[in-house]
């Protein structure tokens, strides 16, 4: 086998994992890239998922993605045709939704044997999020353990792992996920304790590879190796127990077996490739966003200022795509809208009438110099309307009373 297996955490289509993408597909060759709409194919916003998902490709990663309609399983004619297009494919792409429903589309349509063929002949294969699950021997059906309290049980997977890699394994991703606040939901939902539920009733032989959100393991058939990429870990867990490969690290197919101890994971520099540099997150682009945002009002940098909020703003676009969830993106909104009030505030105090701001101040002295006037000291009398002159503030002595006003030269 000359291709390569990529699994995703989560990410798919965020800045994350655009390096990724682009070194991944590059490495397949020139030809047709297929986006698979199975996953997610049951979602009322399913265009809507395709368009962002084509979108993201073709303007981040530079590769034009041709959709595959497969939201129902085929037969006949539009079965022979999709299976054609899949093996003739040089990369194959699938991401969210839900792997109980893929594999319910895909089951006994010749659809593993056709994505065995693309990576068998070089091309690139990448399954992120809910169809990296279905990629292991078992899978997790999550929805329906998470959402409607199903008990904890394994579904068969396709077993594509095993027969590109010939490793047994279940694959979790979104493994480091924590959004339950109140709950654990990392190892895809699960928690720890329904994990290790279902641990023990892994088939023979098979044990769990955890790959965390915006993070890719990188599989490569031809030289066996696995190289883990982006923001987090891949963990291999045997019975609870856990052995993490960080970002960078290079091991072959066989480590990716091993329990705790047997074999110690190595980074091998020389032939891994660099961890794509990347954002964490789009809450850490926000927070970096109003910390820069922050530096420039303070230094009366109305340049660094608008910058900071553009650069957001940017941010919020490139995130949008992202099919993962969470809370970043009001987080986000959030702080640009704060940003650009306070901004508005600031650019009000600079609009205001110079007039207004230090008119208190004009007015004592001028109540100086009336005084003076009244002392018949005209020496200081003048002294303070000539050094008002020389401010920009011209004094006017008229029958109602003393006037004054800003000299136009310090208006401008």
């Given at each position: ?181 109140s709950h654990s939901t990392a190892f895809c939902y699960l928690g720890e304790r329904r994990l290790a539920l279902l641990e023990q009733s892994l088939p023979e032989g098979a044990h769990v590879i955890g790959v965390d959100e915006h993070t890719a393991l990188v599989l490569d ?26 970002a960078g690290t290079q091991v072959p197919f066989e480590e990716l077996a091993a329990r705790e101890g047997s074999t110690r994971a190595h980074v091998d520099l020389a032939r891994s490739p660099e961890p794509a540099p990347a954002t964490s997150s789009l809450r850490q682009d ?26 957001l703003e940017q941010a919020i676009t490139e995130w949008n795509a992202d099919s993962l969830q969470s809370s970043d993106g009001d987080h986000a909104r959030r702080t640009l809208r704060g940003m650009m009030v306070e901004l508005a505030l600031a650019a009000r105090e600079g ?62």
């Amino acid at each position: 086998m000359t291709g390569r297996l990529v699994v995703m955490g989560s990410g798919e289509t965020a800045p994350t994992m655009v390096e990724v993408h682009r070194t991944t597909l590059a490495a397949a060759g020139a030809g047709t890239s297929l986006l698979l709409d199975t996953p997610y194919g049951f979602q009322e916003n399913a265009d809507d998922i395709t368009r962002k998902a084509v979108a993201y490709f073709g303007s981040s990663v530079g590769r034009s993605l041709t959709p595959v309609a497969w939201r129902q399983r085929l037969a006949g004619g539009d079965l022979d045709r999709a299976l054609t297009a899949v093996r003739g494919a040089r990369s194959v792409f699938a991401g969210p939704g839900s792997p109980t429903y893929a594999l319910q589309v895909w089951e006994g349509s010749g659809f593993d044997d056709a994505v065995h063929a693309t990576a068998h002949g070089g091309g690139t294969v990448t399954f992120a999020s809910a169809a990296a699950l279905t990629l292991g021997v078992v899978s997790v059906p999550v929805y329906e353990i998470y959402k409607c309290g199903h008990a904890p049980a394994w579904v068969p997977g396709l077993n594509l792992l095993e027969r590109l890699t010939g490793l047994r394994a279940a694959v979790v991703p979104h493994y480091d996920n924590s959004e339950g606040g109140s709950h654990s939901t990392a190892f895809c939902y699960l928690g720890e304790r329904r994990l290790a539920l279902l641990e023990q009733s892994l088939p023979e032989g098979a044990h769990v590879i955890g790959v965390d959100e915006h993070t890719a393991l990188v599989l490569d058939l031809a030289t066996r190796t696995a190289t883990v990429l982006g923001n987090g870990a891949v963990t291999v867990r045997h019975d609870g127990a856990s052995r993490v490969l960080a970002a960078g690290t290079q091991v072959p197919f066989e480590e990716l077996a091993a329990r705790e101890g047997s074999t110690r994971a190595h980074v091998d520099l020389a032939r891994s490739p660099e961890p794509a540099p990347a954002t964490s997150s789009l809450r850490q682009d926000a927070d970096d966003a109003r910390a820069a945002f922050d530096l420039a009002l303070a230094a009366s940098d109305a340049d660094a200022a608008a910058e900071a909020v553009l650069r957001l703003e940017q941010a919020i676009t490139e995130w949008n795509a992202d099919s993962l969830q969470s809370s970043d993106g009001d987080h986000a909104r959030r702080t640009l809208r704060g940003m650009m009030v306070e901004l508005a505030l600031a650019a009000r105090e600079g609009l205001a009438d110079p007039a207004e701001r230090i008119a208190p101040l004009v007015e004592a002295l001028l109540s100086v110099r009336v005084k003076a006037r009244q002392d018949k000291d005209f020496a200081t009398s003048d002294r303070v309307r000539d050094q008002l002159a020389e401010a920009g503030v011209e004094v006017r002595d008229a029958a109602e009373g003393v006037q004054w006003v800003l000299a136009p030269r310090t208006r401008g």
